[in-house]
């Protein structure tokens, strides 16, 4: 399939729209001769080849021809068929030779081998239901609860289709609605847990082969539960066989060696004014949600791309032509980015992780924003955990840690996330984040999770805080699944958060005023924001006709007896719809199975110690 006139204009223009068909590796016949049609972009090269194992790892013998000033070397490689690898041979413009991966291999051998291999699909979909209800699905209307995972240790040494098996039932029993896989995409380091990509295009090949992950991501989907993937164009690794002055010029990193080092991780970032550059990583964003049919693209570490001046000094960085610090191309960039994919593939979601207080991450393009669908809401995050954090006798001197998100919670239209980052690196795990006996730490970690589900706003969890493991999560090891084991002997704790996880899950998705107006200020109203000496906050949520909920937490470990509450008198009585301190869950099986009746100033209940609980009305 040799490239076309068109394909170069548009390739030019960085407007191909499905660059994988073109460049890459793609088995075919010429001349009744079995082989791959190869191509690259490359345009400082001075000369391109096509090494594989069979010729010694030298590209003498298969030369690729330049595509006029186009950049692009195109060729056809006899023998090479699915499964081969195979490599470019690259003499650079400085004149140095080396062997490449290619940049949009579709399957790699894997790590630490560094070649690429030559892919066909065999795969058959069988998820056509999904991705038509999906269509048709307003997700920022509906029910999003987000299981975040490292595929390679949620269970270590299970692969794609292993996962296949175990990963759908769980997350039905739990009740979530979508999986969140960190990166997949091939990286030479697992460390990186999949931020360091080499491989855009690849899935990475210690878990299987593409097939193996579409064979996952199927099941998924006939399971009803949505994919998203963690997605990372904000830098690439510097290793000497992979993008890096990939033709013996800054190819994909910007030309200005202040703006290609990424300060933080040692890492390049791209040139997003480049034509070629954009097109890559569109076409590749679009790629992951045609090809794989993914619902949802995370895109990881925003912020670090919008600013010029991010985790620089001054000297470090210059401004733009119009004077300022931001990145008028990066944002071009993502607002072209959401743009694609919107139009491409109907219900995909864009999430940004965007850690700063940027102005409209989630308006539309139409209207200057960059085009998201979602932002992770860090500073929620930040502050409610730091809230908890302290000992109770010290959370009433910081009591809008717990209130301040409703002040901008309608700025964005937000997740609220709890993610890997948040139990590494000396963070602690969630329930170790929270002070005094195990008693406490328990009743606060579920007090926490059911005021998070209440909270307006999308939910994400790492795995392993659905039952509280003890210690932060390690890409080795995973999970601690053994503390639901019968011999552990804290084994019914951990499994009373599980099940409290269940139910916030399932009670969520069948609670309209939990979802329906997430984003609009008429889905919530408080009823008690000023209550900083007792440590408790109430609120109700509205769904766009039917009952509300009242929520009400105590994070206080005292027992609050005929605590007032001013809930609505239009509301004769209410009833307990779930409680965090139920004997279940491991609390003290304070629970209200009587109707709470309104009074002149409201209702009055019995708070439990660390709980949350949730009312409907009677």
Request: aromatic residues 10%.
């Amino acid at each position: 399939m040799p490239l076309t006139p068109s394909d170069l204009r548009l390739i030019a223009l960085g407007r191909h729209p499905r660059l994988w068909d073109v460049l890459g590796a793609h088995p075919t016949r010429h001349r009744g001769v079995r082989g791959s049609h190869v191509a690259l972009w490359a345009p400082g090269a001075r000369s391109v080849g096509l090494a594989t194992e069979h010729a010694g790892w030298d590209g003498a013998g298969c030369p690729l021809r330049p595509l006029g000033d186009s950049g692009v070397w195109e060729g056809f490689a006899p023998g090479l068929d699915a499964g081969a690898r195979y490599r470019f041979d690259i003499v650079g413009a400085d004149g140095t030779r080396s062997l490449r991966a290619d940049p949009m291999a579709r399957r790699t051998e894997r790590p630490p081998g560094t070649a690429s291999v030559v892919h066909a699909s065999r795969h058959r979909w069988r998820d056509a239901a999904w991705l038509a209800a999906r269509r048709h699905r307003d997700q920022l209307r509906a029910p999003l609860a987000v299981y975040e995972l490292h595929a390679g240790s949620w269970r270590p040494g299970l692969g794609y289709r292993e996962l296949a098996t175990e990963l759908p039932p769980y997350l039905n029993e739990l009740g979530f609605t979508h999986v969140e896989l960190m990166p997949v995409a091939e990286h030479p380091y697992g460390g990186s847990w999949g931020y360091q990509v080499t491989g855009y295009y690849a899935p990475t090949s210690r878990l299987g082969t593409p097939d193996d992950l579409k064979y996952l991501i199927d099941a998924l989907h006939r399971a009803d539960i949505g994919v998203i993937m963690d997605w990372v164009p904000a830098h690439f690794p510097k290793d000497d066989w992979a993008l890096a002055r990939l033709d013996g010029t800054p190819c994909y990193e910007h030309p200005d060696p202040r703006r290609a080092e990424h300060p933080d991780w040692g890492t390049l970032e791209f040139d997003y004014g480049r034509p070629e550059v954009r097109n890559f990583l569109i076409s590749n964003a679009v790629y992951w949600c045609e090809e794989y049919h993914l619902d949802g693209l995370r895109v990881d570490a925003v912020a670090s791309m919008l600013y010029l001046d991010y985790s620089r000094g001054e000297g470090q960085w210059s401004p733009n032509a119009e004077g300022g610090r931001e990145n008028l191309e990066a944002v071009s960039f993502l607002r072209e980015l959401n743009a694609t994919v919107h139009a491409r593939c109907p219900g995909v979601l864009t999430i940004a992780e965007e850690s700063t207080a940027w102005d409209g991450v989630t308006r539309p393009v139409a209207a200057g924003g960059l085009g998201f669908d979602l932002k992770w809401n860090m500073g929620w995050m930040h502050d409610s955990l730091r809230y908890l954090s302290r000992d109770p006798v010290h959370r009433r001197f910081h009591h809008e840690e717990i209130t301040f998100s409703l002040s901008y919670a309608w700025s964005e239209r937000y997740v609220l996330p709890v993610s890997h980052d948040e139990v590494v690196h000396g963070k602690r795990p969630l329930v170790a984040k929270m002070p005094g006996d195990w008693w406490r730490r328990r009743a606060t970690h579920r007090a926490y999770l059911a005021f998070m589900w209440a909270h307006p706003g999308k939910q994400l969890l790492f795995m392993g805080q659905e039952f509280a493991q003890g210690t932060e999560w390690s890409d080795v090891a995973g999970p601690q699944w053994w503390v639901l084991d019968d011999d552990w002997p804290a084994a019914e704790d951990h499994r009373g958060v599980q099940r409290l996880v269940a139910d916030l899950n399932h009670t969520y998705r069948a609670t309209p005023a939990l979802w329906e107006l997430d984003h609009d200020p008429a889905g919530f109203a408080w009823l008690a924001a000023d209550r900083a000496d007792d440590n408790v906050v109430a609120f109700l949520r509205h769904p766009k006709a039917g009952p509300p909920l009242l929520a009400i937490s105590n994070f206080c470990p005292v027992v609050r007896e005929d605590y007032p509450v001013p809930a609505p008198p239009a509301i004769p009585a209410w009833t307990e719809l779930l409680t965090t301190d139920a004997e279940r869950y491991g609390g003290t099986g304070l629970v209200h199975s009587e109707p709470i009746k309104h009074h002149d100033d409201g209702i009055r209940l019995t708070l439990p110690p660390l709980a949350t609980v949730w009312l409907r009305p009677a």
